[in-house]
């Protein structure tokens, strides 16, 4: 089965992080600025000739497209509106030459994104070979299709506003923290005591500012016996060195390592194993030896243990009775190496369906990556949460966005699952 992804801008890392290999175009091409131009205020004004998708754009009018498929900005990058609705993730019947469909975070309608073999990138390569916008690629929202929410003004009062600040009634005001406790919180959420907490008493999910896709080292004790660890339902089951995360991200794990606890007390911690480097790059790339393909694990993929019946939550084969205990690619009793061989595992059900639907509380999901023998127990676990009203339909949609299998490129999830996430 092939990676399925509903919607998200960022489409790096579709695929198995330990299998899959991306490429990485750059955001200095040559020839996709060369077209660019500065205004009277010597500010980027962006292509001033019509360019070819992948290419660098203010505008929708920068962007080459057809009738049937026409140009438009996506936060940067010239790409086309697809002739219809995707009729599968990556279909290319909706789009012309060198492009495939998919749909976009939060937003409505299709769009084909261009392939990297088939055009100049300007952005960066994805895990699936397609053009995708950078950190450093943007847009204006009045012209552009897909540009944000643009920034925080009277005009503009759900605008953006620089780092550790959120828009209040157009307004840029320093957000709930230590440093402000009477800051302004998420809806639904109230500043206590500096921390923007729900009224189940979990802090919130959600992330104000500019800064919530900075990376930062994920908080928590490497000791799963800890105080701290029991408290937070989590524990860091990897070296630091590989543990930071996108601010946001780090947030969501936080919330919804809450509820878990929450609903099941008691609950041991789980482990969190490799995230990525301090400066956003694949675990290993500072010796020379990535853990995984240098396309994934860049603040936005999270390798995390199952929650086990033998209440250990570590990062460990599943399969069977959770004896095997042996390498990747090397076959054990219960697995083959690469996926179990077997229906039996010790997976606590409950805990780890209710725990993705919680990792799914953000639109910002792109596919959560397990073994290939677990996606029909996944789907009976939680269609019971759902019937018994413990999660919410959205959390039901997007914890649903399963990546396994061979044909997906997804070995090696025997022992853990790989939790991706789109940029906002």
């Known amino acids: 089965m092939r990676c399925v992804l509903v919607c998200g801008l960022a489409l790096w890392g579709c695929g198995d992080d330990d299998a899959m290999v991306g490429t990485d175009a750059g955001s200095s091409d040559a020839g996709a600025t060369d077209a660019l131009s500065v205004d009277d205020a010597g500010n980027d004004a962006g292509p001033t000739e019509v360019v070819p998708p992948g290419s660098l754009c203010t505008c929708d009018s920068?962007?080459?497209?057809?009738?049937?498929?026409?140009?438009?900005?996506?936060?940067?990058?010239?790409?086309?509106?697809?002739?219809?609705?995707?009729?599968?993730?990556?279909?290319?019947?909706?789009?012309?030459?060198?492009?495939?469909?998919?749909?976009?975070?939060?937003?409505?309608?299709?769009?084909?994104?261009?392939?990297?073999?088939?055009?100049?990138?300007?952005?960066?390569?994805?895990?699936d070979g397609s053009?995708?916008?950078?950190?450093?690629?943007?847009?204006?929202?009045?012209?552009?299709?897909?540009?944000?929410?643009?920034?925080?003004?009277?005009?503009?009062?759900?605008?953006?506003?620089?780092?550790?600040?959120?828009?209040v009634d157009g307004a840029c005001t320093a957000r709930c923290s230590a440093e402000t406790p009477t800051g302004p919180c998420p809806e639904g959420s109230t500043c206590t005591e500096g921390v923007c907490l729900l009224?189940?008493?979990?802090p919130t999910w959600e992330c104000v500012g500019s800064d919530c896709t900075d990376i930062i080292a994920m908080p928590g004790s490497q000791d799963p016996l800890s105080t701290e660890a029991q408290t937070a339902g989590y524990y860091i089951g990897s070296t630091r060195a590989y543990s930071y995360l996108r601010r946001d991200l780090t947030m969501l794990v936080q919330y919804a390592a809450c509820e878990v606890l929450l609903r099941y007390p008691g609950?041991?911690?789980?482990?969190?194993?490799?995230?990525?480097?301090?400066?956003?790059?694949?675990?290993?790339?500072?010796?020379?030896?990535?853990?995984?393909?240098?396309?994934?694990?860049?603040?936005?993929?999270?390798?995390?243990?199952?929650?086990?019946?033998?209440?250990?939550?570590?990062?460990q084969i599943i399969c069977g009775d959770g004896s095997?205990?042996?390498?990747?690619?090397?076959?054990?009793?219960?697995?083959?190496?690469?996926?179990?061989?077997?229906?039996?595992?010790?997976?606590?059900?409950?805990?780890?369906?209710?725990?993705?639907?919680?990792?799914?509380?953000?639109?910002?999901?792109?596919?959560?990556?397990?073994?290939?023998?677990?996606?029909?127990?996944?789907?009976?676990?939680?269609?019971?949460?759902?019937?018994?009203?413990?999660?919410?339909?959205?959390?039901?949609?997007?914890?649903?966005?399963?990546?396994?299998?061979a044909d997906g490129g997804w070995p090696f999830h025997h022992h853990h699952t790989h939790n991706s996430y789109s940029r906002p």
């Open 62 to 127: 920068n962007c080459e497209g057809t009738e049937a498929n026409p140009g438009i900005c996506v936060f940067g990058i010239c790409m086309n509106r697809a002739s219809a609705e995707c009729s599968e993730a990556g279909s290319s019947l909706e789009c012309g030459a060198g492009s495939r469909c998919w749909g976009l975070s939060e937003s409505e309608g299709s769009i084909c994104w261009p392939d990297c073999d088939a055009f100049t990138c300007a952005g960066m390569c994805d895990g």
């Open 131 to 167: 053009c995708v916008a950078t950190a450093d690629t943007s847009c204006d929202p009045g012209c552009g299709s897909y540009c944000g929410a643009g920034v925080c003004s009277p005009e503009n009062p759900d605008g953006v506003c620089e780092g550790a600040e959120a828009c």
């Open 199 to 202: 009224p189940s008493g979990c």
């Open 267 to 315: 609950t041991q911690p789980i482990g969190l194993a490799d995230l990525s480097q301090s400066n956003g790059l694949t675990p290993g790339v500072d010796s020379g030896s990535p853990r995984h393909p240098e396309s994934t694990h860049r603040g936005d993929d999270l390798d995390i243990a199952y929650y086990q019946t033998d209440g250990s939550n570590n990062p």
């Open 324 to 405: 095997d205990n042996n390498n990747n690619g090397v076959a054990g009793v219960h697995n083959d190496g690469y996926f179990c061989t077997t229906e039996e595992n010790i997976i606590d059900w409950e805990r780890q369906a209710y725990w993705f639907a919680k990792l799914a509380s953000t639109p910002l999901v792109r596919v959560f990556g397990i073994d290939e023998t677990l996606a029909d127990d996944f789907e009976r676990e939680l269609s019971a949460l759902r019937a018994d009203g413990a999660i919410t339909a959205d959390e039901l949609r997007r914890a649903r966005i399963l990546g396994y299998g």
